[in-house]
């Protein structure tokens, strides 16, 4: 069986654009997760979707969004870019969302110049 | 609010070593805690998690972590060091009211040198 997936795995970027990262959970998995790794530090969580509805929120501006597609795919959008979103965005995928069991993605690099 | 805090960013073991990560919660008692490890250019892995049932947590790859509430630590060993072990390692605590949203800690690189 696939793991999570997630696309690209590296992607540059400059100040004020725009940008989508996608993730596809295990099969049948219903929830999923998005974290931001800086460069030194532990992940810290952005968002949690199940069944295509928000279910957390971490601490982070309005420039984040997310969604969740009815197959149980993911995107984290990012508008207006800083050099600061620099960062590994990790995607996570559990079978609900009421567990403590998940599984991360590889990641997707993301670099702001 | 859970927090967990790492000591030491850093661990250097010779192979065959004991290896001792550290990691202390905030003073609430936590439901559930994790260690996680992240080779190179990879995700994360579920090392092992503790669920109130035992103190002593067996996880993969033979490492194991002990829940103590007086020290409010949850110390990440493993007896013999292998080359493979070289990792980040990473303590993690679910968000107050949420299931799988984990607030992680810094992380520890471990290096274990022949």
């Known amino acids: 069986d696939a793991g999570v997936t997630q696309s690209p795995t590296h992607l540059i970027k400059t100040r004020g654009q725009h940008v989508t990262l996608r993730c596809s959970p295990i099969s049948g998995h219903k929830s999923v997760s998005w974290y931001q790794q800086v460069l030194g530090q532990g992940p810290q969580f952005i968002f949690q979707y199940y069944e295509k509805e928000e279910r957390g929120r971490g601490n982070f501006p309005d420039r984040f969004s997310a969604r969740q597609f009815p197959n149980y795919s993911s995107e984290l959008n990012v508008n207006a870019l800083l050099l600061g979103d620099s960062a590994l965005y990790l995607c996570a995928s559990s079978l609900r969302v009421q567990t403590y069991e998940q599984y991360f993605g590889p990641g997707t690099r993301l670099t702001v110049t | 609010a859970q927090s967990v805090t790492q000591l030491g960013s850093h661990v250097s073991v010779s192979e065959g070593a004991l290896v001792l990560l550290r990691c202390n919660y905030s003073?609430?008692?936590?439901?559930?805690l994790f260690w996680y490890v992240q080779y190179p250019n990879q995700g994360l892995q579920l090392l092992l998690k503790y669920t109130s049932a035992a103190t002593l947590v067996k996880g993969i790859n033979g490492f194991e972590a002990e829940f103590k509430k007086s020290e409010t630590s949850f110390h990440l060993t493993k007896p013999s060091a292998h080359m493979s072990d070289a990792a980040e390692y990473f303590c993690?605590?679910?968000?107050?009211?949420?299931?799988?949203?984990?607030?992680f800690g810094a992380g520890t690189r471990l290096a274990v040198h022949p």
């Open positions: 003073s609430s008692v936590p439901p559930y």
């Open positions: 993690a605590v679910p968000i107050s009211g949420g299931y799988n949203k984990l607030i």
